[in-house]
């Protein structure tokens, strides 16, 4: 099964900034690092200067605290958002929980001027601590993600495939409403043609339904 939008190989990225540094953004220090790229990891936007003169940045915080954000020094950077709505953690969030759009989509309105993408969101800690495996392997399971820029897509479908997983296109950032929590894909182990099976069903899925009518009416 091909990704629906195709993108050219590119380069890996040569270095990562990750704010973020609890389980999920140690983890992914540690399979970029394994990678060969030269990691910056924050545990705040105070220490994001090391961060932000990264090739990318990831953003590995909790979604609720995105307001945080230095926008203005993240201007013009390539944004990878790994962030997810917890109502538990984040509390009822109408602007997060907004059918007609993607989370992704709320943070590349609030970081006016950065290339973002959403990735590394759905698996868990687990999986990204101990699941990575060289390609070609046949338990390799697939990472999605989503963004509206061709080249930055390739980017970070590149530094997927170094950390140890098989990229996945989901489409525009709009689609990346397909593997936010309360899908089939977010926390799934599955290989590509699972995961892209699961991102078909989504509209088939109540969740899609949902979203599907919301934007129709939108």
């Known amino acids: 099964m091909s990704d629906p939008v195709p993108y050219a190989p590119a380069p890996p990225l040569a270095s990562l900034g990750i704010l973020g540094a609890g389980r999920v953004g140690k ?3 540690a399979r970029a690092a394994d990678a060969g790229v030269a990691v910056a990891l924050a545990g705040s936007a105070d220490d994001i200067s090391p961060v932000v003169a990264a090739d990318a940045v990831v953003l590995a915080i909790p979604l609720g605290r995105y307001r945080s954000l230095p926008a203005e020094r993240l ?9 997810n709505y917890w109502w538990e953690l984040d509390g009822a969030r109408p602007d997060l929980d907004d059918p007609t759009t993607s989370t992704s989509q709320t943070v590349a309105a609030f970081l006016e001027g950065a290339r973002v993408v959403k990735a590394l969101n759905h698996l868990s800690a687990y999986a990204l601590e101990n699941l990575a495996r060289r390609a070609g392997e046949p338990e390799r399971i697939a990472v999605a993600l989503a963004g509206d820029d061709q080249a930055d897509t390739a980017h970070v479908a590149a530094l997927i495939d170094a950390m140890g997983f098989d990229p996945i296109v989901a489409g525009p950032l709009a689609e990346g409403m397909r593997f936010e929590p309360g899908t089939e894909l977010f926390g799934a182990d599955a290989d590509r043609d699972e995961a892209r099976l699961m991102l ?7 969740r899609g339904r949902v979203v599907a009518r919301a934007r129709a009416a939108g």
Not at 75 to 83: E, P, Q, S
Not at 200 to 206: A, E, N, S, V
């Open 27 to 29: 983890a992914l220090a």
């Open 75 to 83: 201007r013009g950077a390539l944004v990878i958002d790994a962030m």
């Open 200 to 206: 078909d069903r989504f509209w088939d899925t109540q």
